[in-house]
């Protein structure tokens, strides 16, 4: 299973981050996608679990989780826009896969048999940080993360 992984559009859903996000399974929006619309044309490409970010506001955004729970490719993810809000064991809750967003910065790193994904922003650039989404391959056995930095 392929799965998109896209944070901080902040009100901006740039083509090129269409076109990488183009053919996935599924996608994951880890808050401040900063406009209801930005969630409507994902959620077109794929099936889409999304969270509110700190910029989120207003009725559309009060319907987001500020956390969800998706079980794809036979792995569980937990999604939450700001990692130092994560207020659980990922490893003891069963998690293989958490994806943040809010400090922009792509990362991806394992701890303890957790993957920790930050697929960066896909919006406005900030500051001089790429512009990026992330691609998980998820497999029963295996899971491989990828970036797509975007043109800036």
Request: overall charge negative.
């Amino acid at each position: 299973m392929r799965v998109g992984l896209i944070s901080d559009t902040h009100g901006l859903l740039r083509p090129e981050a269409l076109a990488a996000l183009r053919g996935v399974d599924h996608i994951v929006h880890a808050g401040d996608a900063g406009a209801p619309e930005i969630l409507e044309r994902l959620a077109r490409l794929a099936p889409l679990t999304a969270v509110r970010g700190n910029v989120d506001r207003g009725a559309w955004a009060e319907r987001l989780p500020a956390t969800a729970q998706v079980e794809l490719g036979g792995s569980w993810f937990h999604v939450l826009h700001v990692i130092d809000d994560l207020d659980l064991d990922p490893r003891a809750s069963g998690f293989a896969v958490v994806v943040y967003g809010h400090s922009h910065k792509p990362d991806c790193r394992r701890s303890d048999g957790v993957w920790f994904v930050n697929p960066g922003s896909a919006g406005p650039r900030r500051f001089r940080l790429p512009v990026t989404v992330a691609l998980a391959e998820v497999e029963p056995a295996r899971i491989e993360i990828s970036f797509v930095e975007l043109p800036a």
